[in-house]
């Protein structure tokens, strides 16, 4: 217990200086969201109208410190402020649009990546030399050096410009209606693959090489040695045994590559003009929506954190001997 409350104080910590951190970062910059908004009219609005906007949209010439004092407050109600390209829309509104399609490519990558890899790496570091460990990590290492957005590309140029097999943008086809039907859900998971394809093939190498550095560690440990002397299957000792005990690294690594994930996962939504986080935060850059980059920044944050904690616990269920190396 003392061991979880140390590791939650510190995401605790984390978290209070991200949102310090978001908070700060577009007040030090020159000008405000009112001033970009303002500047499209090309002085067509008078100074009052622009003082209505700064109120509309939740900026204060105050001090500072009082202005920090009501963001932790609005935040703390869940209120991340107005949109300033959206407006009169707010923040939580816009982002949440993003959100789900977000979760479905991120999540689902993250989760086939982890499982996949990891079955890759229990066979390449069991059958050391084999054609698994000969070929898959070599490949894999030097399709997952290239940029995301890059094989993003690349796979979009093969498989939606010449050969036609998948869609080329957005999230459903055009004129569907958004319902729980199965030609509905066909037509996301359709317009999904390719996005959730180009992470798996960035982060598999990864996964693998990880799985397959811990099971070589665990080969010669006396317990395999005794398992094989009683008779027991080589499948038995694979799976129930070496990697059970080789799957504590991958474990403690799922939280840390939610960050690298979701990153990707963004970069690539871009690419498809998937209407994710991703996308929403490419058009709030442009339209220099403070309020939105913002949101989205402080979301993903806590995403991570989140997860970090999460994995955390689970390591100390699976491991108790880390709560004894860190209390």
Same mark, same amino acid.
């Given at each position: 217990?003392?061991?979880?409350?140390?590791?939650?104080?510190?995401?605790?910590?984390?978290?209070?200086?991200?949102?310090?951190?978001?908070?700060?970062?577009?007040?030090?910059?020159?000008?405000?969201?009112?001033?970009?908004?303002?500047?499209?009219?090309?002085?067509?609005?008078?100074?009052?109208?622009?003082?209505?906007?700064?109120?509309?949209?939740?900026?204060?010439?105050?001090?500072?410190?009082?202005?920090?004092?009501?963001?932790?407050?609005?935040?703390?109600?869940?209120?991340?402020?107005?949109?300033?390209?959206?407006?009169?829309?707010?923040?939580?509104?816009?982002?949440?649009?993003?959100?789900?399609?977000?979760?479905?490519?991120?999540?689902?990558?993250?989760?086939?990546?982890? $499982?996949?890899?990891? &079955?890759?790496?229990? %066979? @390449?570091?069991? +059958?050391?030399? *084999? /054609?698994?460990?000969?070929? =898959?990590?070599?490949?894999?290492?030097?399709?997952?050096?290239?940029?995301?957005?890059?094989?993003?590309?690349?796979?979009?140029?093969?498989?939606?410009?010449?050969?036609?097999?998948?869609?080329?943008?957005?999230?459903?086809?055009?004129?569907?209606?958004?319902?729980?039907?199965?030609?509905?859900?066909?037509?996301?998971?359709?317009?999904?693959?390719?996005?959730?394809?180009?992470?798996?093939?960035?982060?598999?190498?990864?996964?693998?090489?990880?799985?397959?550095?811990?099971? $070589?560690?665990?080969? &010669?440990?006396?317990? %395999? @040695?005794?398992? +094989?002397?009683? *008779? /027991?299957?080589?499948?038995? =000792?694979?799976?129930?045994?070496?990697?059970?005990?080789?799957?504590?690294?991958?474990?403690?690594?799922?939280?840390?590559?939610?960050?690298?994930?979701?990153?990707?996962?963004?970069?690539?939504?871009?690419?498809?003009?998937?209407?994710?986080?991703?996308?929403?935060?490419?058009?709030?850059?442009?339209?220099?929506?403070?309020?939105?980059?913002?949101?989205?920044?402080?979301?993903?944050?806590?995403?991570?954190?989140?997860?970090?904690?999460?994995?955390?616990?689970?390591?100390?269920?699976?491991?108790?001997?880390?709560?004894?190396?860190?209390?």
């Amino acid at each position: 217990m003392k061991f979880l409350l140390k590791r939650l104080a510190f995401y605790g910590l984390a978290a209070f200086f991200a949102v310090t951190l978001n908070f700060l970062l577009p007040r030090l910059m020159p000008g405000d969201a009112a001033g970009a908004m303002f500047a499209r009219f090309q002085g067509r609005l008078s100074p009052e109208a622009l003082e209505a906007l700064k109120r509309a949209i939740g900026i204060s010439d105050g001090p500072l410190y009082l202005q920090y004092f009501h963001y932790l407050r609005d935040l703390l109600h869940g209120d991340l402020g107005i949109s300033v390209s959206q407006f009169p829309a707010t923040v939580a509104e816009v982002v949440w649009t993003g959100l789900g399609w977000t979760v479905l490519v991120a999540g689902s990558s993250l989760i086939i990546g982890f $499982v996949l890899g990891t &079955g890759l790496g229990v %066979l @390449a570091g069991w +059958r050391r030399g *084999g /054609l698994v460990d000969s070929v =898959l990590p070599p490949t894999l290492a030097f399709i997952g050096a290239f940029p995301y957005f890059w094989l993003a590309m690349g796979l979009l140029f093969l498989f939606g410009f010449e050969w036609r097999w998948v869609p080329l943008r957005h999230a459903y086809s055009d004129g569907a209606t958004p319902e729980l039907s199965p030609g509905f859900i066909a037509d996301v998971l359709r317009h999904a693959a390719l996005p959730i394809f180009t992470v798996v093939l960035a982060t598999l190498g990864g996964w693998m090489m990880g799985m397959r550095s811990a099971m $070589v560690a665990v080969l &010669g440990t006396e317990y %395999l @040695a005794l398992g +094989r002397a009683k *008779g /027991l299957s080589p499948a038995r =000792l694979a799976w129930r045994y070496a990697a059970r005990n080789a799957l504590l690294p991958n474990v403690t690594s799922l939280g840390m590559s939610l960050g690298f994930v979701l990153g990707g996962s963004l970069l690539t939504e871009v690419v498809f003009s998937y209407p994710g986080l991703g996308f929403l935060m490419v058009q709030a850059v442009r339209a220099q929506d403070f309020p939105v980059m913002q949101g989205l920044f402080i979301m993903i944050t806590f995403a991570v954190l989140f997860a970090n904690a999460v994995v955390d616990v689970l390591t100390t269920l699976i491991d108790p001997r880390t709560r004894g190396r860190e209390a």
